[in-house]
């Protein structure tokens, strides 16, 4: 593995040319078009795959509690599994002109942040099993918020379709109405869900001996919090006003997720690192003159 020199720019490459594929159907569709666009999506998460492999050989850590680079990264992996299983089972959803956009935008913020972040002393709060679940409970969570935002943009622009009376292009058939709601507010309580495990596991790595409770005062983990409360808000409002139409959801979350995306990811391209520093554990045989600092990997929550 150490042998395949593959960089971002290559599967950021492949991602492009699929997107440009999937806008192509506007023009007509042929028979190999489809295969053609799956093909490099394949290849670019093939590519994807390797790159986040070497990262973990590089490190010595999994690219969840690694560095913000790797975790995005992380993020951006998933929702390209979900795109191309969707598009597997049902080909002639227009799922990637909505997914790739957003997979090629999370990919190319990994331009602005940093690859390495303090590994050594990583190595030893990332093997704790807190920090794997405070990391897995972030990413599972921010890919249920891009899941959300991806599923009510589609609801608004296939509403639009039907209000306008238009039939589509050919090949570019849209879930329907009553589907897309489903899945966003779905998308919505298991985002804030896993969140809400990020969060409660990041309070414990906070408070645990030999952390760095000024962890809590980071830019980014006040940030996070924010991202919470935001989303539980958004929560509230779907389960106290069951009467409110689709239409009213969708934009609320395609607001609500787009923000909170932007917000976090902007954070971390400015800082180029993920949200905290917090002291290794103390162990049995160390001294507090050996504690070493390291970069918590939570993707912007404490």
Partial sequence: MTLLRVTVFCFLASYLVA???ELARFAGRTRWSRFVTLAFAAAGLLAHSIYLVRRTQETGLPPLVGSAHDWLLVLAWLLVVAYLAISLVDRELAVGVFALPLVMALVSATYFMTTSEHTTGLAEVGRRRWTMLHASG??????GIAVAFLASLMYLVQHRRLRAGTSGVAGWRMPSLESLAGVTRWSVWLGFGFLTLGVATGIVLGLSPGSDTAVFRDPQVVLGSAVWLVLGALCGRLVTNRNSSGKQVAFLAAAASGVL?????????????NHSRMKAPTSSTTTDSTH????????GLA
Avoid: E, P, Y
């Fill in 138 to 143: 972030l990413a599972l969570g921010f890919g």
């Fill in 261 to 273: 995306i932007l917000a976090v990811v902007g954070m971390q391209a400015i800082t180029g690192r």
């Fill in 19 to 21: 997107f440009v594929l």
């Fill in 292 to 299: 070493v600092l390291a970069s918590s990997s939570t993707g």
